[in-house]
Each structure stands twice: as structure tokens, then as C-alpha cells.
């Protein structure tokens, strides 16, 4: 009687250990790493627009964008639970470990994105939660679902996805889609394939035993690297485009200089690695999330020091007019929210 006393209590000692960890596997289903990223560069994007939400409204705007974010990895996991099985690097996620049902990451997933859109939608604007909704369901049914088991483009086409956070950002502030947040969007396009192909010129096997089609299984490795370091090249150039543009000043243009020039030779140096060295990569693909964490931190500094940042106007904010003046911005501006004061 002790022993089967004992192995009850066992059983449900293990059954609440299970249930008390469910909550860190749907964390998991989400992508928190891969999303903090995403995340900051969204951040950028609602701090440089030229109007500022409310500091509530910009924090649920933040966690909204977060949660989107969080329900395409979470429906990715959901239709590669397939290949992440046989994949060694993605074979302890949450599904292949059998810690959460394909059923179970459907619902979150899936509720999780309808939640993160709507929230977005009623606290800023119907632009951002269109933005926000595309984003999830190009990630989810245009790369997850087509581009990745089909094409060895599919990183490049469907880096697009990932390149959008700072446009939703720019579009929750404003409510429009501006030439800023665009070029940022371009800076992150480019970026995705030298990064996303630095990580899968050490996975290869992983790739191949999947049968998903990435651009080191298709065309081996030297032509990799040299697309690589065609791309790697676009991103310098186009990483100084903020400066070009006058979006940001010369401290942005000499630190994104310099961290380009060692984009460069990393990646140079990966293109004439020998075949068996996987140092080279990764060492590129560690450095490629510090360059862009470190343009867009510079950017977001330099930008706001910068003139423009005199200029940025809250929705609360007085202009000082004359009276004639006045009485013309109160109907075009009463709809924005702005209020206007006769001097």
C-alpha cells in the first residue's frame, strides 16, 4: 500500500511539474530571441516618427507588436513541427518534445495574432494593425508555408517579413507609411540573407536531412558565400543611406562606415574560408546581429539629437498662430487633435 501511495504521489508531483512549466513552453512557441530584435527595431521606428504617442499607448503599442511577433513564430512552429523534428537544431522545441500539442499552438498562435492586431488597431490606427496583420500572415503563409520548402530564395523574398517591424512602428505613431521607416525596411531586407545564410552554411545537414531547399543545400557553399558577400556589400551601401538622406548626422554615417568596412571583411574572409571551416561563419552571423543592433541604437541617438527632434510635436501640443491663422488651422487640425491658441 505504502509503495502505491507513493508512486501516486509521484505521478502527481510530475503532473503539476508539467503543468507549472506549460507556460515557459508557449513562451518558447513564441521566439522570444528572435523577436527581441524584431522588437527593438519596431521601438526605432515609433521613436523617430515625427509625432509621439502617449507613453501608455506607446507601451501597449510595443507589447502589441511583441505578441504579433510572437504569434507568427508561434504558428511557424506550428506547420514546420515536420521538418523541426529531424532538424538537431530545432528538435527541442516545444512540439518535437511533445511539451505542446500542433492543435495547441494553432489556437495560441492563432489567437495570440487576432489579439496583437486588434489591440494594435483600436489604441493607434487601422495603417499599423494592417501592417501588423500582413506581417504575421506573409511570415506564416507566403514564407513558412511556400517560399521555405520551395525556392532557394526563399530567405531573400521572405526576409520581407522581418523587415517590417519599424514601419509598423513608424505607421502606429503617424498612421502613414513614410521614406524613413522604408529605408530601414530596405536595411534589414539586405541584411537578412548574408545573416540567415551565415547560420546555414553550419546547418546544412540539418537542411538537406529536412529537404528544405536553403541556399547552402541548393548551390553549395562557394556560391553561397559569394551571394553572401553580394549581398553583404548592397547593405553597406544602403546602411548609409539615413546619412545620404539627411536622416541622421555624421556621427551616425562614420560609426555605420566603420561597422561596414568589418561587415565587409568578415565577409570576405568567409568567401575565401576552406570549405571545412565553420568559424568564419559564425563568425559573421554573430557579428551581423551586433551591426544592426548597433546601426539602428545609433541611428535612434543621432536622429533624435539631431534638428529633426525639435520638430517631433505630441498630439497634445500648442502651436502659436495669428488670429486669421488660427481660425484656418482649427478646422483642418481638429481632427488630428491638435489644439490651437490666438497670440
Known amino acids: 500500500m505504502n509503495s502505491i501511495a507513493m508512486s501516486v504521489s509521484r505521478l502527481r508531483l510530475t503532473s503539476r511539474s508539467g503543468w507549472a512549466e506549460r507556460p515557459r513552453h508557449f513562451i518558447s512557441l513564441?521566439?522570444?530571441?528572435?523577436?527581441?530584435?524584431?522588437?527593438?527595431?519596431?521601438?526605432?521606428?515609433?521613436?523617430?516618427?515625427?509625432?509621439?504617442?502617449?507613453?501608455?499607448?506607446?507601451?501597449?503599442?510595443?507589447?502589441?507588436i511583441a505578441a504579433g511577433a510572437g504569434a507568427a513564430g508561434a504558428l511557424n512552429m506550428w506547420y514546420d513541427a515536420d521538418i523541426d523534428a529531424v532538424m538537431a537544431r530545432t528538435a527541442t522545441r516545444p512540439i518535437p518534445r511533445g511539451k505542446v500539442s500542433k492543435a495547441e499552438a494553432l489556437v495560441f498562435g492563432t489567437a495570440l495574432g487576432v489579439i496583437a492586431v486588434a489591440t494594435l488597431t483600436l489604441v493607434t490606427n487601422l495603417v499599423a494593425g494592417a501592417l501588423l496583420a500582413g506581417t504575421i500572415l506573409f511570415y506564416v503563409v507566403?514564407?513558412?508555408?511556400?517560399?521555405?520548402?520551395?525556392?532557394?530564395?526563399?530567405?531573400?523574398?521572405?526576409?520581407?517579413?522581418?523587415?517590417?517591424?519599424?514601419?509598423?512602428?513608424?505607421?502606429?505613431?503617424?498612421g502613414q507609411i513614410g521614406l524613413e521607416p522604408l529605408v530601414l525596411f530596405l536595411i534589414i531586407f539586405l541584411w537578412t540573407p548574408p545573416h540567415f545564410w551565415a547560420l546555414a552554411l553550419n546547418r546544412t545537414d540539418d537542411y538537406a536531412r529536412a529537404a528544405v531547399p536553403m541556399l547552402p543545400v541548393a548551390a553549395g557553399?562557394?556560391?553561397?558565400?559569394?551571394?553572401i558577400l553580394v549581398y553583404s556589400g548592397l547593405l553597406v551601401l544602403a546602411s548609409e543611406l539615413p546619412w545620404v538622406l539627411a536622416f541622421a548626422g555624421a556621427i551616425y554615417g562614420g560609426i555605420v562606415a566603420i561597422c561596414g568596412v568589418l561587415f565587409l571583411l568578415l565577409a570576405l574572409q568567409l568567401n575565401r574560408s576552406a570549405a571545412g571551416d565553420r568559424r568564419a561563419a559564425h563568425r559573421l552571423f554573430v557579428y551581423s546581429i551586433a551591426y544592426l543592433t548597433v546601426l539602428f541604437a545609433t541611428f535612434l541617438v543621432?536622429?533624435?539629437?539631431?534638428?529633426?527632434?525639435?520638430?517631433?510635436?505630441?498630439?497634445?501640443?500648442?502651436?502659436?498662430?495669428s488670429p486669421s491663422a488660427a481660425r484656418q488651422?482649427?478646422?483642418?487640425?481638429?481632427?488630428?487633435g491638435i489644439k490651437v491658441r490666438e497670440i
Not at 557553399?221 to 551571394?227: G, I, M, P, V
Not at 497634445?316 to 498662430?321: A, F, G, L, P
Not at 488651422?329 to 488630428?336: F, I, K, P, W
Request: net charge positive.
Open 142 to 174: 507566403v514564407y513558412t508555408a511556400w517560399l521555405k520548402r520551395a525556392t532557394p530564395q526563399n530567405i531573400v523574398i521572405g526576409g520581407a517579413a522581418g523587415a517590417l517591424p519599424p514601419v509598423i512602428g513608424w505607421g502606429a505613431a503617424t
Open 221 to 227: 557553399r562557394a556560391a553561397t558565400t559569394r551571394q
Open 30 to 64: 513564441a521566439k522570444p530571441r528572435v523577436m527581441a530584435l524584431s522588437l527593438f527595431t519596431a521601438f526605432v521606428g515609433l521613436m523617430i516618427a515625427p509625432i509621439r504617442l502617449e507613453p501608455l499607448a506607446g507601451v501597449i503599442t510595443i507589447l502589441a
Open 329 to 336: 488651422l482649427r478646422a483642418a487640425c481638429s481632427a488630428c
Open 302 to 321: 543621432d536622429h533624435n539629437g539631431g534638428a529633426f527632434a525639435s520638430t517631433r510635436l505630441s498630439h497634445d501640443d500648442w502651436i502659436s498662430v
